[in-house]
């Protein structure tokens, strides 16, 4: 069985600052990892992913996230927060496949002050 | 291209009922995947659909059901509705099994 813990469910942070969400999976196999974006009432959309290959990975909107083996993780990063990143982020994983019967974490808010 | 549209957009039942809902995948996509998101919570998958046969499915009742046609769009039924199965429903079509899956804007379901 897979599942993604996402530490903290409500993050606040400065424009300008660094964000930083934190992910860890289990995974009884070698996972496909996930982070998408949701904005208020819309769907989810992809941000980056992870299946083979390069450890970090470059994804839309400046993000970019790190899978470290060893440490069950992929924390998502952005340098510098934009007002347009409030939004809820989500970490998922899958086994093998990409991108398809996702496990999803609890999910993360992201709060921009200015 | 047009992309995944679910629909209705929002609908209120009443507990007990039965509900329908709709999801045509993108253009070309064989595979369809429906979650169910609670507020507060990450997407649970629910059950995935590729060329017409079930493909897998989460930990839900059978009282959840599915459908998928020969042009590829999709239903999901819910019968005897619960309080609990109000949430957001998505939809997600993929190219096959293997793919990415792009989701639509899902649909708001409450029940009362």
């Known amino acids: 069985a897979q599942s993604v813990t996402q530490l903290g469910s409500h993050v606040s942070v400065s424009e300008g600052a660094l964000v930083l969400l934190r992910c860890n999976y289990s995974s009884s196999v070698p996972p496909y990892l996930f982070w998408y974006v949701q904005y208020p009432n819309q769907g989810l959309q992809l941000l980056l992913k992870?299946?083979?290959?390069?450890?970090l990975v470059k994804g839309i909107n400046g993000f970019e996230a790190e899978f470290k083996k060893s440490e069950t993780s992929f924390h998502l990063t952005k340098p510098s927060a934009h007002m347009s990143d409030a939004a809820e982020y989500f970490c998922a994983v899958t086994r093998g496949a990409a991108g398809n019967k996702l496990t999803f974490g609890g999910g993360t808010r992201v709060l921009v002050k200015p | 291209e047009t992309g995944v549209t679910q629909s209705p957009t929002h609908l209120i039942k009443t507990r007990g009922q039965q509900v329908t809902l709709r999801c045509s995948s993108q253009s070309g996509h064989n595979t369809v995947s429906w979650y169910q998101q609670a507020l507060g919570q990450g997407p649970q998958f629910i059950f995935q659909y590729y060329r017409e046969e079930e493909n897998g499915r989460g930990n839900f009742p059978p009282r959840f059901s599915g459908l998928q046609f020969p042009n590829y769009s999709s239903e999901l039924n819910v019968n005897a509705l619960e309080l609990d199965d109000s949430a957001l429903y998505l939809c997600?079509?993929?190219?096959?099994?293997?793919?990415?899956?792009?989701f639509g804007q899902g649909t708001r379901l409450t029940v009362v």
């Open positions: 992870y299946t083979t290959g390069a450890t």
């Open positions: 997600a079509s993929s190219l096959d099994t293997g793919q990415e899956a792009f």
